[in-house]
């Protein structure tokens, strides 16, 4: 079984071009079901066999998933892995079915994405200093909210990547689409800022070198911007529980209540269907609802 989730990977990662983090998340979620399989069988879970894998199993797994307290969103990605896993083994004749596609994943719950209001927004971006760190994180938090970036597309910006003169920066996004996302002048300037600060400390960027790094000279991780932004949340007293991807959620959510093309903040987002951008028509009626009721006096 571990043999057959390694070549699946590789197809993933070769010929769908899948970025580290989804090659990461689906080895974790068919490491979990090759225990679970092997379990069912009574084997070491490198001898499991996936031919042996039928509905009445494959609905177990789904109750093994609900016992573990797992969200809906969580229980239908590991179900979508699994479905994936077995398209792949039955292209490769080592399935005779997709028996994973059998079961329905559960309803996932809908909830507004998390953002922050502009007061919010300003208090976080005014809370790092003016040494290098400092400097660095501000340029953090600048891109991420100026340029809508995610984490995994932040991480790999690379010196060459930005181009100053125009103002837009050439991103890698999620099935290894490239695309090029314009940049306001205030993350321009903190990138600036960094840069210099950089220079001043005999630490001149070059070309390919990693835009953003860590106190040992190598890329920063996406883990430690996360750990930035929980930093700054603290720092700038905010109430929120807030990730790179509230930032995120934030950057579109201001471009639309401002009056911003819907079709214009699909393409910023690099989201591939319309309906993806769709929640974010969701969250400006909730404000403006919102606004109403503190307003109206027969609200």
Known sequence: MDALIDRFLLYLQTEKHCSFHTLRGYGADLQ??????AAQQNVEPHLASPRLLDALTMRGYLAYLRRHDLSKKTM???LSAVRSFYRFLCREGEAEENVAALVSSPKNEKRLPR????PEMEALLAAPGRDLPGLRDRAILELLYGGGLRVGELEGLNWDDLDFAIGYARVLGKGGKERLVPLGQFALDSV?????ERQQQGQAPKAKQPLLLNRFGGRLSSRSICNIVH??????????KISPHTLRHSFATHLLDNGADFRAVQELLGHANLSTTQIYTHVTKSRI???YDKAHPRA
């Open 32 to 37: 979990r079901f090759a225990l679970f399989l």
């Open 76 to 78: 239908s990605r590991q």
């Open 115 to 118: 953002f922050l209001y502009q």
């Open 192 to 196: 600036k800022a960094y840069c210099r």
């Open 231 to 240: 930093k700054y949340t603290e720092i700038a007293a905010l109430s929120k």
């Open 289 to 291: 609802r919102e606004a």
